[in-house]
């Protein structure tokens, strides 16, 4: 294929038709093998890494060798049903058993914990259909219309306490309502196409969407009746996005599709260049039009890859300052696993390694301070233990997949009680002697939502209105009682604590507290906070061509603080100016902060997490010179107390329901970390969140979302303004700490060669291109997972009806692609699901489909529902092919 720029792809096939090779412009060729049956054998990649596969004699695939020679093994029953899969580690991961009609009716975990699926009969009506789910801790029912969709899901937590969520179809089959367990219901309209046209919210908040006659996304009011505008080529690629003020962005193409400029609403330019394989290698940055046209550049990031196709390195500089920093990404030998990372910052380099087992799982982090980790984990590759120089951290047991006791080097436990649903309901810490260190008692209501919070220094309850916004906490000393009052597109508009109501404009800005006035530039930033209550409190606030805070002023316009960043929006520098001036450089493993460095590139503090954890998120240990220090976290992952290793504790703070924090008095050692994913920056009182920066004393962003609208309409606000249930570790998206509830599979299980159509565990299944089957697919076992039971998710529907990509950030993390935030703001068709282009690393097209659907539908199915509309996933590739 000869593509609109004239590069070459080639693919050649033998007699039969199956693809021997696939080769791109950049020469990169994948290669495949077959039996004599036809049946794929190998799969050799661009560096002639081998997977290779083994069937039995009835064609069911017993095993898959991946380029490291490490073995996952399947076994069947005697109906050529899978049995049973043994990992890498050979770990047996997964054991599975049948009814007499070949359907799925036991499915067991690598520690024993057993999922039981019962079926309706003929006589009930349901022949087939799952009637219910027995999981280890809780069972869920299930009722059915005479379409056979499930109209009604019954949690069981025990025999007198019973969940429901409802569903409503009109008689087109159209979703006509959702009801969820505390009876709150959403409504929705459709228009003649069957396009989503109106939602209505619990509280009669219309959300109403309007579209030209290609199906494009035109119009979009919120609550408050503010116009969100839309216009598109012939091709429906997006021109410009007016926001409801008026501020607009626009995009131009390139001749073959790939975005070209984006231009903002202040006029600067973000100009985009791609290798012959369509891979994104660099973007610009110009203040206006004129400069792109006479190559004025402000700053330019260059980004590089490996023969796989994945990111290695970048190069980021400014006209100002020159050299930024430079990134290097290594991976194993074979080009495959990531290694570490390294970042030159001008003047030192900061770096870490992983090392893994043979089924993937890492096995150490080696980090920037010389100081390895070490990572072991249960036979259901749950983590076991954290390895430390000082002793083990130590995971006794699991209430299925939710870690329930925790011993700490030196002796101290933690231990985590849950209800049915794996919610917390307590949180005891005891030191090496018995006595309790923090103790933690939750109450929740049936959607979810903390109504009490008993603890050993005071009780705290909430309530919340019908949206699940907070209304109201009882806090026990030193903060006073909180109340909020909040208008249809949930900006607040009174506060207990304050007099008077606060005022916004039509894009939801906050313009004034009485007393306090906001200023705010064409993108949206916070430029000026002006406090007439207290002028010495007054700031300026001053942004790069990216919308990254880089210096904040005081009353008389004298600097506080600058800042640096990398090209995905991880701070890499902060200095604080004064008597003092004070340069603290920040590095990152893929969990979140890892090490503070002084300007000699020495590393003054490190800090450790769970593998794989949430980005930012309850964090471990914090290290300071040779001592090591205990987080001890609440419900969210928030640090409330530092202990030594003898139990001691070394820092202690109490917080508001938004994150204002008091520290107790007298700590041993400072602690930035708070809330999921934000580091307290004292000369500000701001907290920095990835991506851009919170602030607790108005509980708001300083800008608007990069992400755009795709999770709250109010791109201020945070966590949906219920922060006791939510956080936003990175800035862009809610989320809500739970252990996954419901079946899963181990990535990449391979079912047998099913048919398409065919169901497990009650899911429907799907067949790559290869013909291997692969089945429905959970979050790793005791991670939290992206469908926890969780309040109201109306957020996430109002967003998902019109725009029809909700998960991707969730992919973007997993592929740990660069972070460009074009695909919902930026260029892609609202009424399609795309790869987030432009990117560092394109991700292979059946694998993104049978990602997306395994995030939005649970099952891996060609034609997915969600919440009644049916995506087409031949729609969910990058869109320059």
């Given amino acids: 294929m000869i593509d609109a720029r004239g590069k070459v792809w080639t693919k050649t096939y033998d007699n039969w038709g199956k693809l021997l090779t696939d080769t791109d412009p950049l020469n990169h060729i994948t290669q495949y093998g077959y039996d004599k049956a036809g049946v794929k054998t190998r799969t050799i990649d661009a560096v002639n890494n081998v997977t290779q596969y083994s069937y039995d004699a009835r064609g069911n695939i017993i095993a898959v060798a991946d380029p490291y020679g490490a073995v996952t093994r399947y076994e069947y029953n005697t109906d050529n049903q899978i049995a049973k899969v043994t990992d890498a580690e050979n770990k047996v991961i997964q054991t599975v058993e049948y009814d007499l009609d070949g359907r799925v009716s036991r499915q067991v975990d690598g520690n024993g914990n057993v999922t039981s699926f019962v079926y309706g009969d003929e006589a009930s009506g349901l022949n087939n259909l799952i009637s219910k789910i027995i999981y280890p801790t809780f069972s869920q029912e299930f009722k059915y219309d005479n379409r056979n969709r499930v109209v009604e899901t019954i949690d069981v937590l025990d025999a007198t306490t019973k969940l429901s969520s409802k569903t409503a179809y009109d008689a087109k089959g159209y979703l006509l309502s959702t009801t969820d367990k505390t009876n709150k219901t959403t409504r929705y309209t459709f228009d003649a196409l069957g396009r989503p046209k109106i939602i209505t919210d619990a509280v009669n908040g219309v959300t109403e969407a309007a579209y030209d006659n290609r199906d494009n996304l035109i119009v979009l009011n919120d609550t408050k009746n503010h116009a969100h505008r839309f216009t598109y080529d012939r091709v429906n690629r997006k021109l410009t996005e007016v926001r409801p003020m008026g501020q607009a962005l626009t995009y131009s193409y390139t001749a073959t599709g790939e975005l070209d400029t984006r231009t903002d609403p202040k006029g600067q330019v973000k100009k985009f260049t791609y290798d012959d394989a369509g891979r994104m290698i660099a973007e610009s940055y110009y203040h206006s039009a004129t400069d792109l046209t006479n190559n004025n550049v402000v700053r330019s990031t260059s980004y590089s890859f490996n023969d796989l196709n994945r990111p290695n390195g970048y190069s980021d500089t400014t006209s100002s300052s020159g050299l930024v920093s430079i990134g290097i990404t290594t991976y194993d030998p074979r080009g ?31 980090g920037p301070d010389g100081v390895t980790v070490d990572y072991t984990y249960d036979p259901n590759n749950q983590l076991a233990t954290i390895q430390l120089p000082t002793g083990n951290l130590t995971v006794n047991n699991y209430k299925w997949t939710a870690p329930s006791q925790i011993t700490l080097p030196g002796g101290s436990i933690r231990s985590q009680s849950y209800d049915a649903l794996l919610r917390l309901t307590q949180i005891q810490v005891k030191d090496p002697g018995q006595s309790d260190v923090l103790k933690y008692q939750y109450g929740y ?115 506080i603080a600058t800042y640096t960043y990398d090209p995905f929006g991880r701070r890499l520098s902060k200095e604080t100016i004064g008597t003092n001036s004070i340069k603290t450089w920040f590095f990152y493993s893929d969990e979140g902060l890892v090490a503070e460095a002084s300007s000699s590139g020495a590393v003054n503090r490190s800090y450790g997490y769970r593998p794989n954890s949430i980005w930012g998120t309850d964090p471990v240990y914090l290290k300071e010179g040779t001592n090591i220090y205990y987080y001890q976290n609440d419900h969210l992952g928030t640090p409330q107390k530092l202990m030594t290793q003898g139990g001691m504790v070394a820092w202690s703070a109490k917080a508001d329901a938004f994150g204002n924090t008091t520290v107790d008095a007298t700590p041993t050692i400072t602690n930035n970390l708070r809330f999921p994913g934000q580091y307290f920056d004292s000369e500000t009182g701001l907290h920095y969140n990835r991506h851009r920066y919170y602030d607790p004393s108005s509980s708001r962003y300083l800008t608007s979302d990069p992400a755009g609208l795709i999770a709250d309409l109010n791109v201020y606000r945070y966590s949906r303004s219920n922060p006791v249930s939510y956080f936003d570790e990175t800035g862009l998206s809610p989320s809500c700490k739970a252990y996954y509830i419901g079946p899963w599979e181990p990535a990449g299980q391979i079912t047998k060669n099913k048919k398409e159509n065919d169901y497990f565990n009650g899911l429907k299944t799907t067949m790559t291109p290869d013909g291997v089957g692969t089945s429905p697919q959970g979050p790793e076992p005791g991670r939290p997972s992206p469908f926890p039971v969780c309040p109201s998710i109306d957020f996430i529907v109002k967003v998902y009806k019109v725009y029809k990509h909700v998960y991707e950030w969730d992919l973007y993390d997993r592929y740990k692609r660069t972070e460009k935030y074009e695909c919902v703001t930026d260029h892609c068709p609202p009424m399609s699901c795309c790869s987030k282009e432009p990117t560092t690393e394109l991700i292979p097209v059946e694998k993104y489909r049978e990602e997306f659907v395994k995030h939005v539908s649970g099952s891996d199915t060609k034609d997915v529902y969600w919440f009644g509309f049916k995506i087409s996933i031949d729609l969910c590739m990058p869109m320059r092919r």
Avoid at 338 to 358: H, M, P, Q, R, V
Avoid at 361 to 366: A, G, L, N
Avoid at 531 to 537: E, G, I, L, V
């Fill in 445 to 559: 209501d049936n959607a979810g939502n903390i109504k009490t919070k008993n603890t050993e220094h005071g009780n705290y309850s909430y309530t919340y209105d019908d949206l699940y916004q907070l209304t109201s906490a009882s806090n026990p000393s030193p903060f006073p009682t909180e109340g909020y009052t909040y208008d249809p597109a949930g900006n607040r508009l009174t506060d207990t604590k304050t007099s008077g109501t606060w005022s916004y404009n039509d894009n939801n800005q906050l313009q004034g507290i009485v007393g306090i006035s906001f200023e705010f530039d064409a993108n949206g930033n916070t430029t000026k906070k002006i406090d007439a209550n207290n002028p010495t409190q007054t700031r300026t606030y001053v942004y790069d061509t990216r919308d990254r805070l880089i210096e904040v002023l005081d009353q008389n316009n004298n600097l």
């Fill in 336 to 366: 495959l696993r990531k290694s570490g990372e390294s970042i030159n910052y001008g003047s030192f380099t900061l770096s870490y390694s992983y090392d893994y087992y043979a089924n993937g799982q890492k096995k150490s982090f080696t």
